[in-house]
Every structure is written in C-alpha cells, then in structure tokens.
Nanobody, 125 residues
Framework: QVQLVESAGGLVQAGGSLRLSCAAS????????MGWFRQSPGKEREFVAAISWYGGSTAYADSVKGRFTISRDNAKNTVYLQMNSLKPEDTAVYYCAATTRTSSSWPQIKAYDYWGQGTQVTVSS
C-alpha cells in the first residue's frame, strides 16, 4: 500500500507560480511512475503530467506544456509539480497518483493504483 499526501495548494494570481508536492508513505515511490491529474467543477478528471520511476522520462498535457514541470526526489519519496504562468483555467483540485504501468498508459486514470486526496489550486484573473 502507498499513501499519497499532496501539499496545500492555494490562491494565486494569473501569471503567478505555485509548486505542489506529493509525499508518499508505506512504500518507496521509486517503484512507481507518478502522475498529476486535475479536476474542475463539472468536468472530468484530466491528465496533467507524469514522470517515470527514475525521472528520466516525462509527459505533459498540451494545455500545460511549457508552463508546468514535474520532477521527483526518490530519496525524499516526493514528487513535485512546478506550475508557472498560471491561468484561471488551471483552477482545479490537483491529485497525485502512482502507477506501475508504462508511459503509454500514463494519461489514463484507470492506470493508476494509488491516489492522493487532492489539493485545491485557485488562479484569480
């Protein structure tokens, strides 16, 4: 079992930056690829970014490419999502998740075995 806990999100102005972290307990994260998803009110949960277990491979949704960066520190059992140039449409609850699947499955919600509880990010215009 893996327990995932996201850091507190927050309220930020458009154009600002925010870094989310996701800490794991129960099992080392180095066995898992990690993903970030988000969900806005009335919308389905959507893929944001993912990173391989060793950090050498990443993937991003087109909507965040060039603005968001996913990274990980296996020694700290933590994954990060650096969000820059934030837009109001980035407002959502953000979730981290762990998977043993390969990169072709990373955008799929059903590929993930463990999920955090989510953290709210609000971007004001």
């Amino acid at each position: 079992q893996v327990q995932l806990v996201e850091s507190a999100g927050g309220l930020v102005q458009a154009g600002g930056s925010l870094r989310l972290s996701c800490a794991a307990s129960g099992r080392t994260l180095s066995s898992y690829a990690m993903g970030w998803f988000r969900q806005s009110p009335g919308k389905e949960r959507e893929f944001v970014a993912a990173i391989s277990w060793y950090g050498g491979s990443t993937a991003y949704a087109d909507s965040v490419k060039g603005r968001f960066t996913i990274s990980r520190d296996n020694a700290k059992n933590t994954v990060y999502l650096q969000m820059n140039s934030l837009k109001p449409e980035d407002t959502a609850v953000y979730y981290c998740a762990a998977t043993t699947r390969t990169s072709s499955s990373w955008p799929q919600i059903k590929a993930y075995d463990y999920w955090g509880q989510g953290t709210q990010v609000t971007v004001s215009s």
